[in-house]
């Protein structure tokens, strides 16, 4: 998910709250992401639940 400006949220700043939040759906959009958890390693989307195991044989292949 990109940010493009870091936004400083004031508690009871509900405008600013809503447009991060606006931000945040855009991004998720435009980088194909369906639902929670979504990793992207260099580029490539790893979806839902993984172990620890999955996520080591993931750096292990691309640290050869």
Excluded: H, M
């Excluded at 009871?12 to 945040?24: C, K, M, R």
Aim: glycine residues 10%; negative net charge; charged residues 25%.
């Amino acid at each position: 998910v990109r940010i493009e400006q870091p936004s400083e949220i004031v508690p009871g700043d509900q405008a600013n709250a809503e447009a991060l939040i606006t931000q945040f759906k855009t991004n998720f959009e435009a980088d194909g992401v369906e639902g929670t958890p979504t990793l992207f390693i260099n580029g490539q989307p790893y979806r839902g639940s993984r172990s620890v195991e999955d996520l080591d044989g993931v750096f292990s292949k691309l640290a050869k």
